[in-house]
């Protein structure tokens, strides 16, 4: 069984930094991306980044945070650094993953780790 397991979130203060990590664990063939999304109290989730290919980022995040992989051991990581309260949000990976050749591909969701920007 496929899961996505994160790890990293916290409290920190603003202008800090946090670096949250996302691994894959169980069997599969290939992760085709990987990216993160955030989900703010009273607001719909957002993308912040995602690699694969391509790496993109929110307008919002250009410049704090940066994505990376680590493609031997199936995982993302989100370095943010210079923090903003507006940054506080419950943070989710998720990755488009085919788990056998024969397969179709599925999106897989973290479970969602917090994030508190505070003095």
């Known amino acids: 069984q496929v899961q996505l397991v994160e790890s990293g979130g916290g409290l920190v203060q603003p202008g800090g930094s946090l670096r949250l990590s996302c691994a894959v664990s169980?069997?599969?063939?290939?992760?085709?991306?990987m990216g993160w999304y955030r989900q703010a109290p009273g607001k719909e989730r957002e993308l912040v980044a995602t690699?694969?290919?391509?790496?993109t980022y929110a307008d919002f995040v250009k410049g704090r945070f940066t994505i990376s992989t680590d493609n031997a051991n199936n995982t993302v990581y989100l370095q943010m650094n210079s923090l903003k309260p507006e940054d506080t949000a419950v943070y989710y990976c998720?990755?488009?993953?085919?788990?056998?050749?024969?397969?179709?591909?599925?999106?897989?969701w973290g479970q969602g780790t917090q994030v508190t920007v505070s003095s």
């Open positions: 998720n990755a488009n993953i085919r788990v056998t050749y024969w397969s179709s591909n599925k999106i897989y």
């Open positions: 169980g069997s599969i063939f290939r992760i085709y991306t």
């Open positions: 690699s694969g290919g391509t790496t």
